[in-house]
């Protein structure tokens, strides 16, 4: 049998470092590594220290790769897989459509990933943080990015902030994704400063809506999916992001952007709702894949958009049923 050609350098993972496009700056005062946490160590007063915990290799890797494969047998079945490449490596076909076989919500539906997700070195972990039996919202966020930009940087807050908030996220790689390749950064010291520089965002909600405003009708149809909170003009969306563009964000605040010279299987990054974080641009032909699941105490008020409802419905989430006007 022939051997499938070897990779290329973009496949591989010898790409660039950019965020939307713009290369980050590597100087030493704009650029670092995360922090790698013990899990057995003073977690606690680690995330307050550094607003996150970078945990390399807490989760097994072999159950973090069945859920690897898992994706990507259904991307492999939806024909956007380069079949020259093992299925493994997550190749995407150069002429794929956006139709991969997967949605954001796929991960509830399966079971190795729920697995990961919800087994015991995870719910242990977070157990330790809060001190306390914890749950787990229902939906579960899964993030299977191309060749493309990355997502703008935000804090979690303004999506999920309904119910206590001390809400953790945890964003856990299913696949090992080098440098270049779609890895998460976190503005060093930014869930500190976010309370200062961005106090008016952090009190926004991406569902709430001004009912005397230009879009009142569109958002109650479902036509428009967010309004942008500090100008309001008819048609004008917003994504939730507290900036655009990453370099200038922390040009602005200072601080570096941290990441990880490769985020493997078996690795997470915890970090707090006023956080600020991003995704860099994957500018690899690898599918990078990844899931954002959210923890807190069991006993504390939790954001119903997340969770199923009384008779078993699944979450609302963003959809019409979560929206909220407010006179502006």
């Known amino acids: 049998m022939t051997p499938p050609p070897a990779a290329t350098p973009a496949a591989r993972g010898a790409a660039p470092l950019t965020a939307a496009g713009r290369p980050l700056d590597r100087s030493d005062d704009a650029f670092g590594w995360l922090r790698p946490t013990d899990p057995g160590g003073p977690l606690q007063q680690r995330l307050e220290e550094d607003g ?33 490449f093992p299925l493994e490596d997550g190749i995407v076909r150069a002429d794929a459509g956006e139709d991969r076989g997967l ?84 503005l060093e010291g930014s869930h500190r400063t976010s309370r200062e520089r961005a106090g008016d965002y952090l009190r926004q909600d991406v569902d709430t809506y001004c009912e ?43 601080g570096r952007w941290l990441t990880a010279p490769e985020f493997r299987m078996g690795d997470v990054l915890v970090f707090t709702m006023s956080t600020v974080h991003g995704g860099t641009d994957n500018n690899t032909d690898r599918l990078r894949l990844s899931t954002d699941s959210r923890y807190q105490l069991a ?23 979560a929206k909220r006007g407010k006179i502006c």
């Open 52 to 84: 996150y915990l970078f945990v390399p290799g807490l989760l097994d890797r072999g159950e973090v790769r069945e859920g690897r494969l898992d994706l990507l047998r259904r991307v492999q079945a939806a024909g956007a897989l380069d079949p020259a």
């Open 299 to 321: 006993s504390a008020p939790i954001d119903e958009r997340w969770v199923n409802g009384e008779h078993g419905e699944p979450p609302v989430g963003h959809g019409v049923g």
């Open 212 to 254: 005397n405003g230009p879009n009142a009708d569109a958002v109650r149809a479902g036509e428009m999916r967010w309004e942008r909170w500090d100008d309001p003009a008819p048609g004008r969306e917003w994504g939730g992001e507290l900036a655009g563009d990453a370099v200038a964000l922390r040009e602005e605040w200072g």
């Open 103 to 186: 949605w954001q919500s796929y991960p509830a539906t399966s079971e190795p990933i729920m697995a990961v997700l919800r087994g015991g070195r995870m719910l242990g972990l977070f157990e330790d943080l809060f001190g306390g039996a914890v749950r787990s919202y229902d939906f579960v966020w899964l993030r299977d990015q191309p060749r493309s930009h990355g997502i703008n940087p935000h804090c979690d807050v303004v999506f999920m902030g309904r119910g206590t908030p001390q809400v953790l996220t945890c964003w856990t790689p299913f696949g090992d994704i080098p440098v270049g390749a779609g890895g998460l950064i976190i």
